[in-house]
């Protein structure tokens, strides 16, 4: 090589785009994203529950256009440039790839297509739980059972998820420090400075129109798949109080939906209105058959909802409330015990003050509101 020649090696400063515009605009959105969806599932909870859905489908829609860029984007978004085989992934773990790479490393790629998984198993667990268990969204025909499995699944994904971006970014700061460059600037920027000895890229071109049209393709099928099933889904508790029951089972509460308790809940209940939690609420015998009838009738079993799942035959205390269940606890931890008490609430019992439709037994997530205090 002679003089001339060298002086013409790209030196050290030079710098070389390695991160497009596409793929920084998604790492920083996914980022957002996740953070949000982390935030309101973990600490904020139900009454976020809007939010936290639309933070975690957005999440899963950039992980899809992030899939279609990795066939179509340019060099080092491509999965080709990072998904190596698993002995060169193992020889870089052991310190025996020796040359930088400028995309991924080969251990670092495997990193990416495991966030990109889990993100998607995640959203779908969730979707699963929507649909099965409160009766929401594309998957909302699924079995309670299956649904319940799902949030359960989504818990753990979610946990995963965390340990996996903390490890993410353990790992961007060590390799930051030892290859002496800035690999969070480097996903701002989108530049790194190019070395001698790097591992040089296949050169491929991004096909940014195609990969648009796949993305819109993709995304009008979603809409279509997601408009097809929703409305009223099967086991939706009965809309209509039996009249009778609404006139004599509301003069002192709130109408307590028959799908809350199971039918021989209900009929302790009814065979004991003379000695009904402290008052006296007896009726003549043909209004007390035709109650509980009706209540036997539509009680949990015939209900695919939350509350009809968790509060019926759950262990109550000797006064059989609802309020006094460990189901009911666990779903409550949130709201100060104060705050029950207070106007216009004044009691646990009074469920419609912060469930808009307790009256209809579905208890939505999307539907609580705590009302503000009012002076007494
Ligand atoms: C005379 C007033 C009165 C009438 C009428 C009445 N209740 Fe009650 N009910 C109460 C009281 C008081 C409580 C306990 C609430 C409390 O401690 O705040 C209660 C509690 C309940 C609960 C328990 C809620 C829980 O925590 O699990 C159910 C269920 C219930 N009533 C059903 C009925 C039904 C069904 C009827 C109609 C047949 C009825 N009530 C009519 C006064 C009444
Ligand atoms: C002070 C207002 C308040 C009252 C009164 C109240 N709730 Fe709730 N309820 C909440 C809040 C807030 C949440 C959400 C808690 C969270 O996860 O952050 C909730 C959650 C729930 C859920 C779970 C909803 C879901 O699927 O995420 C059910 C079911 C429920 N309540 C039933 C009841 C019943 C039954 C009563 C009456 C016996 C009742 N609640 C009384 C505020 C209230």
Not at 17 to 31: C, E, G, K, P, S
Not at 196 to 222: C, F, K, M, Q, Y
Not at 293 to 320: C, I, M, Y
Request: charged share 20%.
């Amino acid at each position: 090589m002679t003089d001339a020649a060298t002086s013409h090696m790209p030196t050290r400063r030079d710098p070389v785009l390695v991160w497009d515009i596409w793929v920084r605009l998604f790492h920083w959105a996914l980022v957002v994203c996740i953070a949000t969806a982390a935030v309101t599932g973990f600490v904020l909870g139900a009454p976020w529950i809007t939010l936290h859905i639309a933070s975690g489908l957005l999440a899963m829609a950039l992980v899809a256009a992030r899939i279609v860029w990795g066939f179509l984007g340019p060099t080092h978004a491509r999965f080709r440039d990072f998904l190596r085989p698993p002995a060169e992934i193992l020889s870089h773990l052991t310190g025996g790839d020796a040359g930088r790479h400028l995309g991924h490393n080969p251990a670092g790629g495997l990193m990416m297509l495991g966030l990109m998984a889990v993100v998607e198993l995640l959203g779908i667990a969730g979707l699963t739980g929507l649909g099965g268990v409160l009766r929401t969204g594309p998957l909302l025909s699924l079995p309670y059972g299956i649904g319940e499995a799902g949030l359960e699944l989504h818990e753990i994904l979610a946990i995963l998820l965390i340990v996996m971006i903390l490890a993410h970014v353990a790992a961007a700061i060590f390799e930051s420090r030892r290859s002496r460059e800035n690999l969070v600037r480097s996903m701002v920027t989108g530049t790194k400075e190019r070395r001698p000895g790097d591992h040089p890229g296949r050169n491929v071109v991004s096909r940014p129109r195609i990969a648009l049209t796949v993305i819109a393709l993709l995304a009008g099928l979603t809409v279509q798949v997601w408009q097809r099933d929703t409305g009223v889904p099967d086991g939706a508790p009965v809309a209509v109080l039996d009249e009778v029951f609404a006139e004599e089972c509301t003069a002192c509460h709130v109408a307590y939906h028959p799908s809350l308790l199971s039918g021989s809940e209900w009929q302790v209940i009814m065979a004991n209105l003379d000695d009904h939690f402290v008052e006296d609420a007896r009726l003549d015998d043909e209004t007390n058959a035709r109650i509980t009838e009706w209540l036997v009738a539509h009680d949990a079993s015939s209900a695919q909802t939350r509350p009809a799942h968790v509060f019926a035959n759950a262990r109550k205390d000797p006064t059989g409330r609802i309020t006094e269940t460990r189901a009911w606890d666990d779903l409550h931890e949130n709201v100060a015990e104060e705050t029950f008490l207070r106007a216009p609430i004044y009691s646990k019992l009074n469920c419609l003050a912060c469930h808009a439709d307790a009256e209809t037994g579905w208890f939505s997530p999307f539907l609580i509101e705590i009302p503000k205090e009012t002076s007494k």
